[in-house]
């Protein structure tokens, strides 16, 4: 057979480069959001699959894919993961395309209760938000995320 070669990319969308390290959690149940601006997208991505990445007080993630106009157009596997278990993490397959004048959205969902002090951080006792896209063609964008 032949293959069109493409170089994959992964691009890490809500909190990948930890910019909230260290920030607490409040006790109980919470939610925070980021936002992927369209100005981080501004060439096509083809995307293949997803992996959502939370830690142990996660409970569930949501995603909002707009177009440049502001129109939603997530597709469901990429919408929510609305029941999020850590230890059963797994690339998700899945087929859309991010376009230049697009934005997401990427907000998680954490219940801290019975746990103190749970912060933002690298270790597995901390919390993550980050979805991984996997797409094609390549590019030098990874991160893309600012708290709201």
């Avoid at 994959?8 to 992927?36: E, M, T």
């Avoid at 907000?107 to 797409?135: A, P």
Wanted: charged share 20%; net charge negative; glycine share 8%.
């Amino acid at each position: 057979k032949d293959f069109i070669g493409h170089d994959a990319g992964i691009l890490q969308v809500g909190d990948g480069l930890i910019d909230l390290w260290g920030q607490k959690l409040p006790a109980g149940k919470s939610k925070i959001s980021f936002s992927c601006p369209s100005k981080c997208l501004t060439s096509e991505k083809h995307v293949f699959s997803i992996l959502y990445h939370q830690h142990s007080n996660g409970i569930a993630m949501k995603n909002e894919l707009r177009d440049s106009v502001g129109n939603i157009k997530t597709n469901q596997v990429f919408a929510a993961a609305e029941y999020y278990d850590w230890e059963i993490e797994r690339n998700l397959p899945t087929s859309f395309t991010i376009y230049p004048g697009d934005s997401i959205q990427t907000t998680c969902y954490y219940d801290t209760k019975g746990r103190n002090n749970v912060q933002f951080g690298l270790g597995s006792e901390d919390e993550m938000c980050i979805m991984f896209l996997y797409y094609y063609p390549a590019q030098d964008l990874q991160f893309c995320g600012t708290s709201s």
